[in-house]
């Protein structure tokens, strides 16, 4: 069985990546184990790979307006019935949201409880089951409330990536695109030569890219686990893509508004005279505008609103917004100072180049 080992000031943790379902009878079956599963992917497999779950596992139905403090409470109450006592270990079944909302629960909940997560979408297998970080939304501000508490194993499991909906599956695949990129050139161009079958959900392409993606955010996380300092870079696409998702209210997925966050970006970074034209070119049409699929309407790419959201981007600390952006040798900086105008131009080029993809 594959294994990636992670290090974590909290706790050092292992990615294990088991070739048939027979762990997670295993893993159900120790002792003060509650279990959380996603009612999506309950839905999807019960009758496979999840079928030897006991009577008491906890369906927890999952959406991006659940990702917040009232969601925990409930959780609270389900093992506050089941007797939950320190020493318990917590097993989530799911996507990123329910990564989150039951990762904070465990890092709060009698100061933090054993926790282990099986990842089953694209976006959870290759990104945010490391990194250590849990995330709640507050009011309209998306992961404004959160903490830092890996899981003490994590088990990515291949098959679940196959019942992935159209939309969710790309989704995904937006945060694959972005760490291959910032891995730089030669990472770029193996995902460009593996994309024809990842888009036919090849298994052992999915894995490839999988892994890759986990190996590349390990790399940028080494020695900055709490988000200090290089770690800051995996936002690339997201300052845009946040602000996106908040103001179409989070019809446009996470993942995607990431792709569309990469394309502003490179936009924005060719204006600067970092990026060639030849390079926003070859990015955009061999990779992320191949995997727009859900660009929601044009209403919202609404500037006072795109403003109003970046204006409250968490990881904004001086005056002009923050915007991660990449040079022709794809090396990557954190912009402080981007302003209104250059905000104004970036989103004009993003609207015709979407007009046309």
């Known amino acids: 069985m594959h294994v990636i080992n992670m290090k974590s000031n909290v706790r050092d943790y292992a990615v294990s990546f088991p070739d048939s379902a027979d762990f997670i009878r295993g893993l159900a079956a120790r002792p003060d184990t509650i279990v959380v599963v996603d009612s999506n992917a309950w839905h999807l497999h019960k009758d496979g790979c999840l079928k030897d779950l006991s009577a008491s596992t906890v369906i927890f139905p999952v959406s991006e307006e659940r990702k917040n403090l009232k969601s925990v409470e409930e959780l609270y109450d389900r093992f506050m019935e089941s007797a939950a006592k320190k020493n318990m270990t917590l097993i989530s079944i799911g996507g990123g949201i329910l990564q989150d909302i039951t990762g904070f629960a465990a890092t709060t909940l009698y100061r933090g409880i054993n926790w282990i997560f099986l990842p089953t979408t694209l976006l959870a297998q290759a990104d945010s089951c490391i990194g250590s970080k849990t995330s ?59 994309l024809p079958r990842i888009l036919k959900r090849e298994p052992d392409a999915l894995m490839t890219c999988v892994k890759n993606s986990l190996m590349i955010k390990r790399n940028y996380m080494e020695g900055d686990e709490f988000d200090l300092g290089r770690r800051n870079l995996l936002n690339f696409g997201h300052c845009f893509g946040h602000a996106l ?23 924005a970074a060719e204006a600067r005279g970092w990026l060639s034209s030849e390079q926003t070119g070859f990015l955009s049409r061999e990779l992320l505008l191949k995997t727009i699929v859900e660009k929601g309407n044009f209403s919202d790419y609404n500037y006072a609103k795109i403003l109003e959201a970046m204006q409250k981007d968490k990881k904004r600390t001086g005056r002009g917004l923050a915007v991660v952006m990449m040079r022709d040798d794809f090396s990557f900086d954190k912009v402080v100072d981007f302003g209104e105008s250059e905000l104004k131009t970036a989103l004009d080029g993003l609207k015709r180049i979407l007009a046309i993809a």
């Open 136 to 194: 709640l939304n507050y009011k309209r501000f998306k992961n404004l409330v959160g903490t830092f508490y890996p899981p003490s194993e994590v088990y990515i499991y291949a098959p679940f990536l196959a019942t992935l909906r159209e939309v969710d599956f790309f989704s995904g695949l937006g945060e694959v695109i972005k760490l291959h990129i910032m891995g730089g050139g030669k990472t770029t161009k193996e995902l460009v030569e593996l």
């Open 245 to 267: 998702e908040t103001v179409s209210e989070y019809a446009i997925p996470h993942g995607q508004a990431v792709v569309i966050g990469m394309v502003f970006a490179n936009i």
